[in-house]
């Protein structure tokens, strides 16, 4: 793992990535690994209740709406992005649709791939949006399948950091400094303005409370923000960290 | 942490860092970081038994050979070592014992700390060695812990394998890759030979499966030889990992 | 909530209410809350065993005399009571059966929901009836879904009771006392006979043992029976309870 | 239980039972036990590496190799087996399928039921073929399915050992010496040279290691291979143990 | 282990082997082992009610009928039992205490030690039995430790049903048929009508509803009387079971 | 509990019952409730930063600074408050400790008893205050201790929340609203700024982001601030929460 691993980012909702993981996908764009992002759905039943404020809004229009935000932070992070547009509250994931994730798996073979906890009993989109990762990278790595592709390797999963972590069983495993990007994520959550624009105070806060805990177990003093990250596998290395 | 972190073993019999933690601390060492193996006692009551089949042996003769034994190693592998004699099979470590390794931890102030899981059934030895490294861990921490000496950091602690993982809970969160310094091990654990020495093989073959483990995991093929870890706290750092 | 809390009980087969929950439903009731139970199936394949003793007992049979059972219970209790026929053993839930779930909560939006437990080894007919809870109240909560009508609030849902607690991971946090009840829930559980009539004398015995631990949890003496509890989410309150 | 129970095994793939239950197959067979493996899938996609890389291979031919491969390991253990051709990477149950495992169920009535563990992170064919069986064996127990046929009985299911324990929470509570049969294990392991050969060793080695572990717990001396079983449910006996 | 294991019973107060394990006891000798119980207390503070309530009672007359009620019942189970006197509410264990139970281990060799669980919030006398249990356990395993002796074996650790099993995680992982001598336990449980005669009642109604369970896992239907034990290492054997 | 609980609260040292319980403190008193501290030690050693900076200052002088900060707090939350003066960094208790703690307990008979978390990675100081509350709260309770005096009753534990609250296990049962006395416990963690005034802002923030929680919760839009806990009990009542 000589260069900046590549990162694919499964989101159940088009904003998911960007406030859970946007110092992440920002630092790896800019040390120049790739980043792609796969939004499920657009939230726009349940993530989109500033859109729906507005006088004559549609499903359609909220989409859209969802839709242009996403691709704009996506931009600011330095990442491509595609929607699958699977339907939220409650997410639907088919047979084609795990196809087509398999396909996205590998066309880009990434390093790492970053998605939700296993059990948020808020959000079960959140739920299968994981199921699926796991599901979806397991073929994308059999060889029996497209033999003649080259097979994902043994990427990582990250479990990105849900609302409410204690309830989700979320324990932070790594510490994961953002302070370099941190205006970008920022610039990035404030793209999301239509549809969640309360949660940048909100996301703010907790990058600055995050880099505490990273200093409290050893960070330089230079952190200042920093997300959490759950692992799904063991990690391997050549050093004791 | 640009340098190679510097490393304190608390191993509560004298044979333990070498079978469980020899290929981390031979290559910490050759990187040139100080390795300091602390070994609460020599196991002469409960790991010796080779030793007391020796005609004529007494208890100082099995802890002499043991510091010995465990010294050899230790020079092989690139380690200092000293032996607080606390008596094993019960170990006890008494508020002085407490003090002295606290007083170890603000000499040396190490970067890593490796020890033994939190609950062993079959061994509760290696139960007492776990908290006396975080409680002595804690008070050397304090900044009214003798003020004026420099405390000691917020130091990773590593629980290294137990001889029955899944019973004592022991999940691997880092499989270290001890491919380069695998000789050195086995050397050190050649060391131990009248003591203990059919487990030579034993943990041979058990660097052989970790490692199959790390490559299953992500590792490159050159891995041959691994050591699992558990982590007791968050890493922090720059990358996905 | 300073009225007592509306509730609606998610039962996967036709008496679990009863012999799960009565004691909740009827306290509930007596107090002027609304109280609703949808039963997922009739319980016809699976716990119907006196019915099909029964010469000449057909399904439709079954279905009809454990949906006389299952309203006069709820009668008895003070709750209204709706089948929804999908099906036992095993249990299926469609996208339109989820549909009309929100669509009842969205109707009736309750503050309490009880159903039951998410992990139970012998019988996953309730664990998707715990599964189904959970997203369709995520459905019913989501500002984006049919948005003209109210959404659900967070609602707790609290899981009751199963066979083999231990085995099923049923921790409990509530003890809720239903002796003044007890009676209601003696007569519904009677109303059960024809196909459940031996439970009687367990759940009777049930009530009695989970009234001794709650005094032995602090409860006064005055109580004899209650039931217990498992809770998804945090209580929010202004008491140190 | 006074004769040797009668056995089902629930495979995900063509390969799972050899590798992981070859010897509780052979011993329970050689007693006498009627035993019965059941391959969901033939592992064509995703563990049939070596033959992929054989010249013109097609997806038939996979399977039909994989199927010849399988039929002479099981009948090398002794055991009857059939496969269901349900698709792997991803495997896939509808409807059907457990309706025609309920009726394998209802037709053997085994005793034991062996079959995958409840959350493997790598391999998601894995957990659903632990929920399939748990799901069937409810179905089968039901007095009302088919109610001429006689019912299931309390099957223990029996998780047998996946390739990497303790990410998978696995906990061995059943080392089973299968001493007495490993030369026919090895046999049969050495029929899947076709996809899966080099995993003979690994066998072996992991069938030495439990029985290790085996002796540490109390096993005579005599034994020197075991296999590893988590179980689903309590047991029930006469005698401490 | 062809014969009937031989029993030690660590009790933390004088009545606990009565209650918990009674059937367990009375089995075992009826069967010709040996069963030796250690009462670490007599219960004299936390479970003598009713014997305080007894005018003019002092310390040492409630020691003394704690020890004439236990020794009865001890006798009617076929038990030998001697009594630690180390103080309840709270037990304290020091040195000299260990050595004596770890001289017992020795001197009797069991097969199977029962004890308390890990982790009772209400009573940590029985978590400090528990430590005791697996302490000394090690101890009287170590050959180094008085080396002319005949160290114990690897004796499974059987631990027993607590007062309130889900909230200290007791999980029944044995469910032992003790009906064959539930009137011998029935007769003991009166020997201690002093100091907790309230508690038959209780123990006969969860004997049946243990055997219940054991009968819902598997057991057949002449049994009627259980007890749950959990156990705290894998057990051997040559069935699958 | 018609009337509000009385509540203890058991500190490792002099400040954590301001950070970490001063709401619930200030609204018990405020409602008329007892409410008294016991501070194990001043956390002069590991907790008192700040003083230690100042020139010329000594152990004694930090005790007695740490004194008058946590009375004064206590003063302004209402609550009375005594110091142990234990020891810190390790805290230590003895016999005689625990046998005050009793007496306190006796004399006091609080309904609910506030303390921290049983296990914390960074603070085992923490531990210890959880298993003295658990293993004191045990001894009040029995009635041969002290005949005369009358035992304590069944006290719910309450465990407040540490610092990093994943890493030690801690999930929040109960979000209590301290919106009517958040001026007070500001006033409280004000006095506090000798020896770690630095951490007023930091609770602050997480006073409002546990409101914001409890609001999601199902708390009315009243709720800014709020306290987490855990709980050691089930609760009793008699109200579907």
Known sequence: MSTTPSVLVISAHAADFVWRAGGAIAL???RGAPVHVVCLSFGERGESQGLWKQEGMTLEGVKQARR???SAAAEVLGASIEFLDLGDYPLRVDDAAQERIVGIMRERLPDVIL???ANDPYNRDHNLAHETTLLTRMVAQAHGHDPGAKPLGAAQVLQ???HQPEVCGFVPELLLDITPVFDLKTRAMRCMAGGQGHLVDYYTELGVR???QARRNGAPSSVIHAEAYKRTFPTVGEELR
């Open 28 to 30: 790896s764009a800019q």
């Open 160 to 162: 990105f950091e849900p």
């Open 210 to 212: 995050r880099g505490v």
């Open 68 to 70: 242009e935000e996403s």
């Open 115 to 117: 998605t939700h906890v």
